[in-house]
């Protein structure tokens, strides 16, 4: 999220020049006189607005500085924290300073300047109604016929509608349970007064813990040698297809891409991406035995991109992965390999682990996953990235090729958790 601010001389000319610059998608997160009226002297009043970077229009280009009192929550959050404790108290010291999930995040449009001065009587009722609104939650939630979950017991009724959420996601189980006992351990009891800030300090949680490895371009005069490798029919050639037009064609800089093709099986499966490459015009390499891997990467030693598509093989068949092995062994060029291991996002957790262990002798890089456009819950992605430690690299979000492809990001991620996939806010 990107802190701005705005100024006026009252709260409402600054909230009014906010919309103009960046329209209604930002939150109103504090507002604050810096000079009183005085004779001759305008007041002048300071808006505080939080939004999300993609929202910000292109046309707002003078970012503001972030103000200072929030960087330590932007430093912290841009850690990943395998340890569910750790998150869980680092969360509470961040929201004792700063209180990051106050529920002063309106949205603009919805948000009333004069809600800064708001009585408190209009606050205890609001605080009622939210309690109101919890009690119909619970009741909604008792209706729910989860097989006595060992924690459910314990649940108090502020967090039973996340724990259903999460547990419906398809997390592991004793990844949820270790997630729940420890934010209640945590969690400061100012926030859980009702479930939407119970969840919100869930989803700060949850975005800490998840490995995500960013995009990064490779510098002038390196380059990139990204390898798929998975089961059969997960997406690899379609996504390598979306990669190499990402690259290729569609970024600010347009990089030099080439293809490789390991066919060591020989089944000659390799037409579909010869096509991509005649319609996007780039250099294709095919490898049949492991020796020819190197001269394949020296011939494409001109791109900035080689990506390295792999043919068929069932997760279970480890003489393949044995080939795919001794290709990346034969390896004798100085250029390093990054292995993303592509699975799809509609198997159960369990499946996902027994896929990951099969292939993790190829040494594991990064994780992406595929058909995100194809299931309902996510927590088995959640769940793996968590267990294994590998960071996601990329989601691919349908077959469309190049633009069903999402670089990952946490906040992605925890919102298709949450409330399922969402196309509009890809
Ligand atoms: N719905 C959906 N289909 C996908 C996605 N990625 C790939 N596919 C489809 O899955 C099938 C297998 O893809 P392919 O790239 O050939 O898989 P590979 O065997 O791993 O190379 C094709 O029909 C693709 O169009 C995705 O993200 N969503
Ligand atoms: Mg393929």
Redesign the pocket.
């Known amino acids: 999220m990107k802190i701005l601010t705005f100024t006026g001389s009252t709260p409402s000319e600054a909230l009014k020049k906010a919309k103009m610059e960046i329209g209604d998608e930002g939150m109103l997160i504090e507002t604050k006189e810096i000079q009183k009226k005085a004779l001759g002297r305008e007041a002048l009043y300071e808006i505080v607005i939080g939004i999300d970077e993609e929202m910000i229009p292109a046309t707002y280009k003078k970012m503001k500085k972030p103000l200072s009192k929030q960087q330590p929550l932007k430093e912290e959050s841009q850690e990943i924290l395998f340890d569910i404790s750790n998150a869980a108290k680092q969360i509470s010291k961040i929201s004792a300073v700063t209180d990051p999930l106050e529920d002063l995040y309106q949205p603009l449009s919805k948000q009333n300047i004069t809600s800064s001065v708001e009585t408190k009587e209009l606050k205890e009722i609001k605080s009622e109604i939210n309690k109101l609104t919890d009690k119909v939650k619970i009741i909604q939630n008792m209706f729910w016929d989860e097989k006595s979950p060992d924690l459910s017991s314990q649940i108090p009724p502020e967090f039973s509608e996340i724990y259903r959420l999460a547990s419906q996601s398809g997390m592991d189980k004793e990844h949820l349970d270790s997630l729940m006992q420890v934010t209640l351990e945590h969690m400061p009891l100012k926030m859980r007064e009702n479930s939407s800030t119970v969840k919100r300090y869930f989803q700060t949680i949850l975005r800490k813990m998840v490995p995500i490895r960013r995009e990064a371009l490779p510098r002038v005069g390196t380059k990139k040698v990204i390898m ?1 490798v ?12 979306k990669l190499a037009a990402r690259y290729s064609f569609l970024m600010e800089k347009k990089y030099k891409v080439g293809l490789v093709v390991l066919d060591t099986y020989r089944i000659g499966a390799v037409e ?1 991406l010869m096509q991509y490459a005649r319609m996007m015009k780039l250099g294709i390499e095919t490898v049949v035995d492991p020796p020819e891997f190197s001269n394949a990467l020296e011939s494409l030693k001109y791109c900035d991109y080689i990506l390295i ?1 792999t ?2 093989s069932s997760p279970y068949d480890k003489v393949k992965i044995e080939k795919i092995y001794e290709c990346l062994n034969a390896n004798n060029t100085e250029y390093n390999v990054d292995v993303v291991l ?1 699975m ?1 996002s509609s198997i159960k957790y369990e499946d996902l682990k027994v896929t990951y262990d099969n292939f993790s002798t190829l040494g594991v890089d990064t994780l992406m996953f ?5 299931t309902m819950g996510f927590g088995n992605i959640f769940s793996l990235a968590y267990e294994t430690k590998k960071p996601i690299s990329y989601f ?4 469309e090729v190049p633009e ?1 492809l999402v670089c990952a990001n946490s906040d992605f991620l925890i919102e298709c958790l949450l409330h399922g996939f969402n196309r509009s806010k890809v």
């Open positions: 798929l998975g089961p059969t029919g997960v997406g690899k050639t379609t996504s390598i297809a579909q598509d043919m068929g592509v799809p595929t058909k995100l456009d194809e691919s979000v349908g077959q069903d």
